[in-house]
């Protein structure tokens, strides 16, 4: 996915590809690193981000792509789920509006 379309949504950062294959399924998955705090907060932050893809990507979501939803530090586990729906809707839109900003490899650290 370092290729892919980054979008900064409040609680979490989007990562969406369109794969370019003739299969129409979307994939889906999400991430936490230790940034975002202990085992029971990563928990809680996935379950969060989990709940928000079953809920709206249904809708959202385009055949033959795939995202991935990377928990915050500090804000996925604590942000009102409504607004965290909000942000989801947003960064979709945007990724498929061609705002995106898109990935490159990172250079190596010296």
């Not at 299969?23 to 996935?46: E, I, L, M, W, Y």
């Not at 942000?87 to 990172?106: E, F, M, N, T």
């Amino acid at each position: 996915m370092n290729r892919a379309l980054r979008v900064p949504a409040g609680a979490f950062l989007l990562q969406a590809r369109d794969r370019g294959d003739d299969d129409p399924a979307v994939g889906v998955g999400f991430t936490c690193s230790k940034k975002v705090g202990n085992a029971v907060a990563r928990n809680r932050a996935k379950r969060r981000l989990r709940e928000i893809a079953r809920l709206d990507l249904p809708a959202l979501a385009r055949p033959g792509w795939d995202y991935v939803l990377i928990g915050r530090a500090g804000t996925t586990a604590a942000r009102d789920f409504a607004a965290m729906r909000e942000d989801l809707r947003r960064a979709i839109d945007k990724a498929h509006s061609g705002k995106a900003q898109v990935g490159r490899p990172r250079e190596p650290r010296r």
